[in-house]
């Protein structure tokens, strides 16, 4: 296998080897995802922004049920097609993977990609918490942020997801970066879900 760095890698070698039968090899290449770096990564992106809520004069807003937020799944991957699947915060811009991938290659390798249904902290692999395709309300649902596809949603890596919360881009110091290119060609490994699918739906039946 060619030497990997970016964690987003180390999972596309993953996949492309599950669906070549090369379970060992996926093993090797999710081992390779340094999750003490993953996990330092998520709780330094909640400390900074701690930081910059308890040191500005920021009042935490009216909020409202949560209830019915949820845009639907289609919305959800035509925000995420036409992001390209990154990150759309300026500091950030990482790729993002699509959920429904890593949680195939959690269940055909559980021992070293492990994921809870709950979000057990502990129990899900750090990725999940970093790098995981998310939909992000620029204003929080919970703020009075709406569903308008254009003007308020966008992709956001899981990292900056849950560090952001409900708080205001401009407490934060953040800012919505333009779509990237569009002859970028990352798609989150979408193109291999249904051939996962079928490969791990295999695995289980074998077993």
Not at 197 to 205: F, H, N
Request: aromatic content about 8%; glycine content about 6%.
């Amino acid at each position: 296998m060619e030497d990997l760095s970016d964690p987003v890698d180390l999972v596309g070698e993953a996949a492309r080897l599950v669906l070549i039968g090369d379970l060992d090899g996926a093993r090797v290449a999710l081992r390779g995802l340094d999750t003490t770096a993953l996990e330092a990564e998520r709780k330094a992106a909640h400390s900074a922004v701690r930081e910059r809520v308890t040191s500005g004069r920021w009042v935490s807003p009216e909020t409202r049920p949560q209830q019915g937020r949820d845009p639907g799944r289609s919305i959800r991957l035509a925000v995420f097609r036409r992001d390209h699947y990154v990150c759309r915060y300026e500091h950030c811009g990482r790729r993002t993977i699509d959920d429904a991938v890593l949680k195939l290659l959690s269940e055909a390798l559980p021992d070293v990609l492990p994921y809870h249904s709950n979000w057990k902290l502990g129990s899900v692999h750090p990725i999940y918490w970093t790098h995981t395709a998310s939909l992000e309300h620029v204003l929080a649902w919970s703020t009075h942020g709406t569903n308008d596809v254009e003007r308020n949603l966008v992709t956001a890596c899981s990292c900056c997801q849950y560090a952001k919360n409900y708080y205001d881009l401009g407490v934060l110091g953040w800012e919505i970066a333009p779509v990237c290119d569009a002859s970028s060609s990352w798609d989150g490994l979408k193109a291999m879900e249904s051939e996962l699918k079928w490969t791990v739906s295999r695995l289980s039946e074998g077993k």
